[in-house]
């Protein structure tokens, strides 16, 4: 039986790390809902032009990779 080396040890307990990271992520990370942080014209505005552009900030970007996960998982992200 041949012997295990240094490199693989070091291999091994990196690759346990790195597994154990991951889930640890995965499994008690928890995402923020996707929320409004700040709308213009403020809510509850009056008399305001028709013409006025709306400028809506979320929580986090629109188009990014956790929304197209919660879109594809069947979860509406968006309330």
């Known amino acids: 039986m ?13 690759l346990l790390t790195l597994t154990a990271a991951i889930a640890g992520l995965l499994l008690l990370g928890k995402p923020r809902p996707l929320a409004v942080v700040a709308a213009s014209p403020r809510p509850g505005a009056v008399e305001v032009p028709v013409e006025t552009q709306l400028t809506i900030t979320f929580s986090w970007p629109v188009g990014s990779p956790r929304l197209r996960r919660s879109a594809a998982s069947g979860r509406t992200p968006i309330t």
Not at 2 to 14: H, I, P, Q, S, W
């Open 2 to 14: 041949k012997a295990v080396g240094r490199f693989e040890t070091l291999a091994g307990v990196v």
